[in-house]
């Protein structure tokens, strides 16, 4: 692995062939574009196994790859990857002197460090242990953790914090600004794993880190990942949800007309994302007058007063904002 300050190792498709299996053949091309798309956005390296990389086939250019492994059968079968993970209870009767690898190490709780303390296995410089899990980690007192870990294994540790808790990205965050080196992540969070997409966001909204990354085309990678899945993205996730940019209320409305940042975290456009005004009952003349510019409809301030009284009404009874459809109905419907 490269020396870098962080480096980043996303499993989005180890995870989706552990939940769909072979059905993946059918979204080759998807899967594809998925791939170069995590290499752009600043995944490092993208974790496969042979079964993956059968589905791949020819495998997209210019990504670096990572070889996931059950057996030494296996290992014969890949001479030419020069990094490969075996998990603990799969490791081959040899140490590969070949390839440089990483044991994968599941400890589901902070108790249970200790008993995979005495496991060493001659690691070097090129070669890393894969903590998973640690659900529970964020519970505890996670800096003197993460000083035991190191304590133990040495500097050459990559994090995988499962979600279980809802913790796995503030984990992951806490890792890299204390001394980690090396993480894994998965798109969207797909198999309970830390979300790259958030990683990516935090490494450069909170903690500055930013490098080449080009996070605006997160709304295409999680419209690939819907297709594949099947499955739609929350409206509300964080980073790629479709409404997380969507206001409402009339004072929230005028500030973020007049200064955004007031509001906003980051800039929505950074990861793709317009900021939307949706109208509803708790909007103002102002908020109205603001839509009408964004649908080219001409304001008549002697129908603001109807248009808004109707649009409380509806959107009381529906228990939602209206879309823009819905606002040029009731506009059109006022003589």
């Not at 099947?230 to 929230?252: C, L, Q, R």
Request: proline letters at 4%.
């Amino acid at each position: 692995m490269e020396n870098k300050k962080i480096t980043i190792i996303d499993k989005t498709f180890v995870a989706l062939y552990e939940i769909y299996g072979d059905k993946l053949k059918k979204f080759k091309n998807e899967l594809r574009e998925l791939c170069n798309y995590l290499n752009l956005i600043g995944g490092d390296y993208i974790e496969v196994t042979p079964r993956i990389l059968d589905i791949l086939l020819p495998l997209p250019q210019g990504v670096e790859y990572i070889l996931n492994v059950e057996n030494r059968l296996e290992v014969n079968q890949y001479d030419n990857v020069n990094f490969i993970i075996f998990n603990l209870n799969n490791i081959p009767s040899y140490i590969l002197e070949k390839v440089n690898f990483m044991i994968e190490i599941n400890i589901n709780n902070v108790k249970d460090i200790e008993i995979f303390s005495n496991f060493k296995l001659g690691l070097n410089a090129n070669n890393f242990i894969r903590i998973t899990g640690l659900d529970d980690l964020i519970l505890y007192d996670y800096k003197k953790v993460f000083y035991n870990l190191k304590e133990i294994w040495g500097e050459n540790i990559n994090l995988n914090p499962k979600n279980n808790y809802g913790c796995s990205t503030a984990i992951a965050i806490e890792w890299i600004k204390m001394m980690g080196k090396s993480v894994t992540t998965s798109f969207g969070g797909i198999g309970g794993y830390c979300a790259l997409e958030e990683l990516l966001a935090s490494k450069n909204f909170i903690l500055n880190q930013q490098n080449d990354e080009d996070l605006s085309v997160l709304p295409k990678m999680a419209s690939l990942l819907e297709k594949i899945t099947g499955n739609m993205t929350p409206s509300n996730k964080p980073i790629i949800g479709k409404n997380i940019f969507e206001f409402e209320s009339g004072i929230h409305a005028d500030g973020i007309f007049k200064n955004p940042e007031i509001y906003e975290p980051f800039d929505p456009t950074k990861v793709g994302i317009k900021r939307r005004l949706v109208i509803g009952k708790h909007s103002g003349k102002m908020a109205i007058k603001k839509k009408l510019r964004e649908l080219g409809l001409p304001i008549q301030e002697d129908r603001l007063g109807t248009m808004l009284d109707k649009i409380r009404e509806l959107s009381t009874k529906r228990g939602r904002g209206l879309n823009d459809k819905e606002v040029s109905d009731i506009y059109n419907s006022i003589k």
